[in-house]
């Protein structure tokens, strides 16, 4: 199997009403997070952003859906994971993105990636979720999309 660029996106998935959409990981008990995933080959940003969604959630959006925010951090890549990224790839730049989703949307977990999901207040997702960019991303979300 291929490495995995250290490329990421980050999709926060919201309701019209600012819920937030949470996924569990199946490889990290506990670990609350929104869709991610790394970038494949020839692949732009938004493609990983728009295939990520539908793999983890099975939601279907368009390109114009998707909000990118262009900002983005580096972060060191947690060491459970650094063996699917090249020898001495320790950082990877993660891209934040966002789309907002109606509120009865259907959620179809992928079962190999996360236990179970929930929507959660963004006070809440910001205490619920592991990784700090992520909670970064959810306390600007009331700010890019209240009002």
């Given at each position: 199997?291929?490495?995995?660029?250290p490329i990421s996106i980050l999709l926060v998935i919201h309701t019209p009403d600012l819920q937030v959409?949470?996924?569990?990981r199946c490889d990290?008990?506990?670990?609350?997070?929104s869709v991610t995933g790394s970038c494949e080959a020839g692949e732009t940003l938004i493609?990983?952003?728009?295939?990520e969604l539908f793999e983890?959630?099975?939601?279907?959006v368009s390109a114009a859906q998707i909000v990118d925010w262009q900002y983005s951090s580096d972060f060191e890549i947690f060491e459970r994971w650094r063996h699917r990224y090249a020898p001495g790839v320790t950082h990877n730049t993660e891209h934040v993105f966002s789309v907002q989703v109606p509120a009865n949307s259907?959620?179809?977990i992928a079962p190999r990636e996360h236990t179970q999901y929930c929507w959660?207040?963004?006070d809440e997702a910001v205490t619920k979720v592991f990784s700090p960019s992520n909670a970064d991303a959810l306390r600007?979300?009331?700010g890019k999309f209240k009002g």
């Amino acid at each position: 199997m291929p490495y995995k660029q250290p490329i990421s996106i980050l999709l926060v998935i919201h309701t019209p009403d600012l819920q937030v959409l949470l996924l569990e990981r199946c490889d990290f008990a506990g670990a609350w997070q929104s869709v991610t995933g790394s970038c494949e080959a020839g692949e732009t940003l938004i493609d990983t952003a728009r295939r990520e969604l539908f793999e983890e959630t099975g939601l279907v959006v368009s390109a114009a859906q998707i909000v990118d925010w262009q900002y983005s951090s580096d972060f060191e890549i947690f060491e459970r994971w650094r063996h699917r990224y090249a020898p001495g790839v320790t950082h990877n730049t993660e891209h934040v993105f966002s789309v907002q989703v109606p509120a009865n949307s259907v959620i179809t977990i992928a079962p190999r990636e996360h236990t179970q999901y929930c929507w959660a207040s963004i006070d809440e997702a910001v205490t619920k979720v592991f990784s700090p960019s992520n909670a970064d991303a959810l306390r600007q979300l009331a700010g890019k999309f209240k009002g």
